[in-house]
């Protein structure tokens, strides 16, 4: 069932809502540099239509990557750092999306989270659409 989840940065800056079926969905992690450093967590990929950024544009901050066949954007208000959402395109795993991450949901209850499924993708080997062999640190 599709419900409206809210999110926020830590100073109330960047706003959002997101459509999603959190509980089929769930939340994946990845095991690229970027996802490492950060422990990003996130909900599971979806279409730009279901986002909704509802204040902040004017504090976000950007930080970007491509290379063949995928380009990223990695989201973040400059005013107290903390990162909200992504977006971008990854051929491998299905064009064009956006990723929410599961901490700057403001009312995703833990017990929904911890009950969801987790995916985990291969991100250091440019191999998204499969499981790393492990997942221990992720």
Avoid at 7 to 19: I, M
Avoid at 55 to 84: I, P, Q
Wanted: with cysteine; aromatic share 10%.
């Amino acid at each position: 069932m599709t419900k409206t989840y809210h999110g926020s940065c830590h100073c109330g800056a960047v706003r959002f809502e997101v459509d999603m079926e959190f509980a089929a969905t769930g939340s994946s992690k990845c095991n690229c540099t970027f996802c490492w450093k950060q422990r990003n967590w996130n909900a599971a990929g979806m279409k730009p239509d279901a986002f909704r950024l509802i204040a902040g544009e004017d504090v976000l901050g950007d930080y970007a990557r491509s290379g063949e066949g995928f380009e990223t954007h990695h989201r973040f208000c400059v005013k107290c750092g903390t990162a909200t959402h992504g977006h971008g395109h990854i051929d491998a795993m299905g064009g064009t999306y956006v990723g929410v991450r599961v901490a700057a949901l403001d009312d995703l209850p833990v017990d929904e989270l911890m009950a969801a499924p987790i995916a985990y993708c291969d991100g250091l080997n440019d191999n998204w659409w499969n499981t790393p062999d492990d997942i221990r640190h992720l």
